[in-house]
């Protein structure tokens, strides 16, 4: 199996920064993409960025030129680094990951959820 840890969500005040980890382990052979999704309060989970192991990079428009996606593959992890920072960022953010197990085995993974809250 596979689990995904989430880590530095928390309380800021808008035009701060928040620097998210996210870390895979288990039974790993190869990760593809791994990516951040967030979900408000009464809204949809949405995509806000990804990045494949050969560092292609998408950003949703609302967080292009705030928020940079990053990853170190011998780590297995994915970092998200949050600048300028907005009420409407306030969030629960996932990290996933597209995975290849040991036992050949391909599944999308999810991290449990780190919390991100922006005051005004």
């Known amino acids: 199996q596979v689990q995904l840890v989430e880590s530095g969500g928390g309380l800021v005040q808008a035009g701060g920064s928040l620097r998210l980890s996210c870390t895979a382990s288990?039974?790993?052979?190869?990760?593809?993409?791994m990516g951040w999704y967030r979900q408000a309060p009464g809204k949809q989970r949405e995509l806000v960025a990804t990045i494949t192991s050969g560092g292609s990079i998408n950003y949703i428009n609302s967080v292009q030129g705030r928020f940079t996606i990053s990853r170190e593959n011998a780590k297995n992890t994915v970092y998200l680094q949050m600048n300028s920072l907005k009420p409407e960022d306030t969030a629960v953010y996932y990290c996933t990951a597209d995975t290849y197990t040991y036992a050949s085995q391909r599944g999308n993974y999810w991290g449990q959820g780190t919390q991100v809250t922006v005051s005004s």
């Open positions: 288990g039974s790993i052979f190869r990760i593809n993409t």
